[in-house]
């Protein structure tokens, strides 16, 4: 009898454990639940998977471009043939580069152009990319290449290499053709006042006249596009 007791007090304690333990586990649940649903946040577990899956894709985005960017620099250096029908070709592709690119691979083209040990062709096509991009990395890209007197190497910038000065010419008329015109002009103030080459800072004014007089010539076209409709009511 007095086993019997026992036996049941036992059971009766054990059942009341696994309810304390039922209802607890319910309420971590029905509050992360909640919490999910106020937040309007994923579980922690698909996040971190969702953030693994983007930077693989990012990384594979990153592969494939530079790929496709050695194959067309060693396509566009055989090139001997300078026809009209060539050069468009040479800019499609150029264009479908720059269409490729991503933030991050406006900082693999700048250590490209930036590198005195790879080939003029690569340096150049990067330079044409990076042109051609016309976003805020690319922009920055070509300002900093500007701006640096060294490569990424430590070497400093020999300005009697006909092109080490060409790419930093090219690059100028990148900045110069960015389409805000309010950012492409304060990015070549501030690399007139960086900048101490005769030749640079020449090819700086030169090219922030020509932004200016293009200004101008847009503001006197609407002012007489506006006269016009005017006379025309």
Known sequence: ???LRYTFITFLIASLFFVVFDISQRTQLARLAKLNQ???REPVVQVVADAV???VVEKNETVAFIEQFKEESLQISKIQN???LVKNKIKSKIKDLAHMMTPKDSDLLYNIISNEKNSGAQRALAMEVLSAKNDTSSLIALQNFVASGTSVNGTKWN??????TVLRAQAVEGIASYPQKDIALSTL???KNKVDARFLVDRIGRATAKIKKQGAST???SVEESTLEKLVE
């Open 1 to 3: 009898m007095i086993i």
């Open 82 to 84: 300078d026809s009209p």
């Open 189 to 191: 103030n501030y690399l």
């Open 53 to 55: 899956k983007e930077s």
């Open 38 to 40: 106020k937040t309007n």
């Open 159 to 164: 300005r009697r290499n006909e092109l080490e």
């Open 219 to 221: 503001e006197t076209q």
